[in-house]
Each structure stands twice: as structure tokens, then as C-alpha cells.
């Protein structure tokens, strides 16, 4: 097959959709399908341009076998990443992907698939249109409803501006040859706001089950970060923005300061790691540690560190996205407790297969109580790592995920409708 894919993120960054796009796209490549990708700078989870693209403009790169074109466009600073601020960026970096949409379409072979990557709501206009024009199928894989959080989140107001937004996204869910994301309950809104029930398709976010595997707690990692081998170490490991809501955490950290047997760390970075920062100095938190985004070779060891690790998010974020560390979480056999209602997909993982705890979002007295019952029971922690585990066996495992896809592509490019394999 012959493959173009755009998405504003892309490897090299190591979280979030960079690194499932990133991931997705080599895999194809490694299978023998020549893969064109559009792509922005890298620069997330922390809101600052890498060294090696500063000063960037377009320019073509091979990346593990596929071609990769690079599209310069704006970055808010940190701190600073507003809903305006990220539609200019988005919005940039559509424009300034014109440069290398026009040849693609003007050029005398074409792609057999497009396949594009929201957020952000914009990267489906151009694809859409390459579709139409050259009459291939193109695919909307939505890694979060991104409009649907910003109103939620108190982001974006449902002004003029939210329901063009809006309109647009009912508008590509309705034309796109397919729909693809990340959860049931993600596919099921899809197919509430429009797109065809026949033409949805589930694509989880995986783990790596062979490289991120159980192990021993590392030692090093826990004295990097203070914990002693008696202490329970609570781990956050991941994108600080505002639909995580991390507040929560800060605030039973601090509930918890005098319990000595608890030991905080937060890992990562994001729009509102500077905030967070300040307000953690301000509370006087000394059982807390933090640790900027670590290189993905030491991912299983920097997650075996940690006793119980938190997947949290605002209640208004539920269902519209899907935290990507939960699959490496699962995969290294690792207890979780979740801030996540009944009924929503994090919860189906963790209560509904013993995986961990769900708590109240945006409760700190419900994530402590939730902490203190998980740190008195060392044999149901022990059993909710096997359960974890399990669950990425059977179901996260990468080369079965897109296998499958692989045989979804073909049938696509082949006119087989319905799949079989689609959302009912």
C-alpha cells in the first residue's frame, strides 16, 4: 500500500499521539508499504520547539523507512497554551502544510489511503479534500474529541467560533471513508454525532508487551526520587496539561505529608507543569519529587519503580479522551487507580478488570482514601498487577492492534463496505 499520513505530532516526540502516530507509521513502513508523512515540529509534551528544529522551516527527512515532510508553525510558550493560542498554532501549521499538499495533489501518482490524526479538528479539511479531488479513501483517526473538551474544560466557549468548530467536525465525521479511535465509548460518539455506524472502527492505543514487561521495582529510579523500600511510591507519569486536573494530586500529597509511608513523584511535562510547580512550592510539599519526561529505553524501569501509579483526569474530560500511559501502566503489571466515574472506559479497565481503583474525579479526599486502602493491602496490589497485565496480553499487545488494521486498510483500498470488522 502506498500511504499518506498527516498529524501535527510526530516522532521523535515520546508521548501522547506523537508517539502513537510515530509508532503506527513505522510499523507500516517496516511492513514493506511505502509511508509519506506530513508532520509539525516536535515539541510536546513540553510547548518548546527540540534543539535540532529550531529555526526550522520545511524540510524532507527519512525516519525509519518513510519519508517525512516537516511543516513549521507557531508554539505557545509554557505555561501560556490557550485555546487561541493553539488554534493559531494548528492553524499555521495547515497553512504552511500547503507547501507540500500541492505537489502531493498536482503529482501524476497517487496515495491509495490518507489517513489523518486529530487533534487538532484542521487536519482533516486538507485530507479530505485530497480525497475527494483524487478519489481515495481517507481516514479520521481521533486520538480525543478535542472540540468536546475544550467547551467541557472551559477552554473554548460555544460562541461563533465553537460551532463553526463544531459544524466542521459533524461535517468529517459524516464524509470520512472512516472514523477510527481509540475506545468503545469513543466510537460510540462518533456515531452520535454522525458518522456511520458501519464505517467506525476501534483502534486502542498499545503497549510494547514485549520491551515493557514486570519487573522488580528498580531501586535506582527510587532513590532518584526519595522513596526507601518500605515506602509506597505513588506515581504520575505523564502530559501535564489542564484536562488532567493534577491539582487533585498536590493536594493529597499534601493531605499525606505526615503518613510517611507514602512517597509522591511526578513524572513528565506539559502546559501546566510551571503552575503546578509553583503551587507544590507554595504547599511546602517535601514528599514529592519530580522527574522531566524520561527516554522511552527506560520506560520499564522508571515504571516498576513505582508501587501504585494515578490516571487522572477532570470529570468533564471523560470518555472524550483516553490517557495513553495506561497501557504501558497495564503492561508493566502495575496497579493503577484511576480519577474515573462508573461506566466510563477507564473505569471498565481498572474495576471491571481488576486492574486497580477507580475514585472520584476531582476529589482529593477520595483519591487518599482510595491511596490508603491500596497501600494496606500489598496481596490485592500484587493481584491487580497480574490482572494488569493480563488485560495488555490480551488485548493492548501492538502487532495484533495493527495487524489487524493492516487487514482493515486493505479491505478499505479494496471497496469491501461494510467491514466486517467495524463498530455496531
Known amino acids: 500500500m502506498k500511504l499518506l499520513l498527516l498529524s501535527l505530532n510526530f516522532s521523535p516526540e515520546m508521548t501522547s499521539t506523537g508517539k502513537y502516530t510515530g509508532e503506527l507509521a513505522a510499523w507500516l513502513a517496516d511492513r514493506g508499504h511505502e509511508v509519506t508523512v506530513i508532520a509539525g515540529l516536535p515539541h510536546y509534551p513540553e510547548w518548546r520547539v527540540a534543539a535540532d528544529y529550531r529555526g526550522a522551516t520545511w524540510r524532507r527527512e527519512r525516519y525509519s523507512g518513510m519519508e517525512v515532510l516537516r511543516v513549521p508553525h507557531t508554539v505557545p510558550p509554557p505555561g501560556k497554551v490557550t485555546a487561541l493560542r493553539r488554534i493559531l ?44 479531488l483524487r478519489r481515495v479513501p481517507w481516514i479520521l483517526h481521533i486520538q480525543d474529541f478535542q472540540v468536546d473538551a475544550a ?22 465525521l459524516r464524509r470520512a471513508s472512516w472514523v477510527a479511535t481509540i475506545t468503545p465509548a469513543m466510537c460510540r460518539r462518533a456515531i452520535a454525532k454522525g458518522a456511520d455506524p458501519d464505517q467506525v472502527l476501534y483502534l486502542p492505543n498499545w503497549a510494547d508487551i514485549e520491551h515493557i514487561v514486570p519487573m522488580a521495582p528498580d531501586p535506582e529510579y527510587r532513590r532518584m526520587l526519595g522513596a526507601g523500600p518500605e515506602q509506597v511510591l505513588v506515581m504520575y507519569a505523564g502530559a501535564m496539561a489542564t484536562k488532567q486536573g493534577l491539582d ?174 467495524a463498530v455496531k
Not at 467547551?151 to 468529517?172: A, D, P, S
Not at 477507580?358 to 493481584?383: F, I, M
Open 248 to 421: 487533585v494530586v498536590l493536594e493529597a500529597a499534601a493531605r499525606l505529608q505526615r503518613d510517611t509511608r507514602f512517597r509522591f513523584a511526578l513524572v513528565g511535562d506539559g502546559s501546566d507543569a510551571p503552575r503546578l510547580r509553583e503551587r507544590a512550592a507554595a504547599l511546602g510539599l517535601d514528599n514529592l519529587a519530580w522527574l522531566p519526561p524520561q527516554p522511552l529505553e527506560w520506560l520499564p524501569a522508571l515504571l516498576s519503580a513505582a508501587d501504585i501509579h494515578l490516571v487522572v483526569q477532570k470529570r468533564d474530560a471523560a470518555d472524550l479522551v483516553m490517557p495513553s500511559k495506561l497501557a504501558n501502566i497495564l503492561a508493566a503489571g502495575r496497579p493503577a487507580i484511576a480519577t474515573a466515574e462508573a461506566g466510563t472506559a477507564l473505569w471498565d479497565v481498572l474495576e471491571e478488570g481488576g486492574a486497580g481503583r477507580c475514585v472520584p474525579p476531582e476529589s482529593a479526599g477520595g483519591l487518599v482514601a482510595g491511596l490508603c486502602g491500596l497501600a494496606d493491602d500489598a496481596g490485592l496490589r500484587t493481584q491487580m498487577a497480574e490482572s494488569a497485565r493480563r488485560h495488555a496480553e490480551r488485548h493492548l499487545a501492538r502487532d495484533a492492534i495493527l495487524e489487524r488494521f493492516e487487514r482493515q486498510l486493505e479491505a478499505l483500498i479494496a471497496g469491501e463496505y461494510p467491514l466486517r470488522e
Open 151 to 172: 467547551v467541557r474544560l472551559g477552554m473554548l466557549r460555544i460562541g461563533v467560533l465553537g460551532r463553526l468548530l463544531y459544524r466542521l467536525e459533524n461535517f468529517c
Open 89 to 132: 498554532m494548528e492553524s499555521t501549521f495547515t497553512l504552511n502544510s500547503l507547501r507540500w499538499w500541492l505537489p502531493l495533489l498536482l503529482r501524476r501518482t497517487r496515495f491509495d489511503a490518507v489517513i489523518t490524526v486529530c487533534p487538532p479538528l484542521q487536519n482533516a479539511v486538507l485530507p479530505g479534500w485530497y480525497g475527494l
